[in-house]
């Protein structure tokens, strides 16, 4: 039999509380990863060696890349390209949703 799992973003949100910019696993696709961050504040320029896909699911935030920011709201996604330095950054905790391959750094690989 499969085991089928249902997952609830408000159970996850009640999970991360304030314990900022330290992502947690939530569920395994391939060899992708659907991470769940709450964040406030301003984490470091850094880049990955793969894509990134960030999905705000509460909150608001701001991604300041080489390229340019990019400003993002509840319901609203975008794709960081590999080797784009950015620095996400936040004055109102924000639960963020992550897309992004199983080997990748969250803290980046390139600093």
Same mark, same amino acid.
């Given at each position: 039999?499969?085991?089928?799992k249902k997952y609830n973003l408000e159970e996850i949100d009640k999970q991360l509380g304030n314990t900022f910019w330290s992502p947690i696993d939530i569920a395994y696709i391939? #060899? ?17 060696? #793969? #894509? ?13 890349? #080489? ?11 975008? $794709? ?11 004055? $109102?905790?924000?639960? $963020? ?15």
């Open positions: 039999m499969i085991d089928l391939n #060899d992708w990863v659907l991470r769940a961050a709450a964040v406030k504040g301003e984490f470091h320029w850094h880049s990955h060696n #793969d #894509d990134e896909f960030f999905l705000i699911y509460k909150g608001e935030l701001t991604i300041d890349t #080489d390229a340019g920011p990019i400003y993002l709201k509840e319901g609203e996604g975008t $794709v960081i390209p590999k080797g784009l330095r950015h620095k996400p950054r936040t004055e $109102v905790r924000t639960i $963020v949703l992550l897309l992004e391959p199983k080997s990748l750094d969250t803290k980046g690989e390139n600093k």
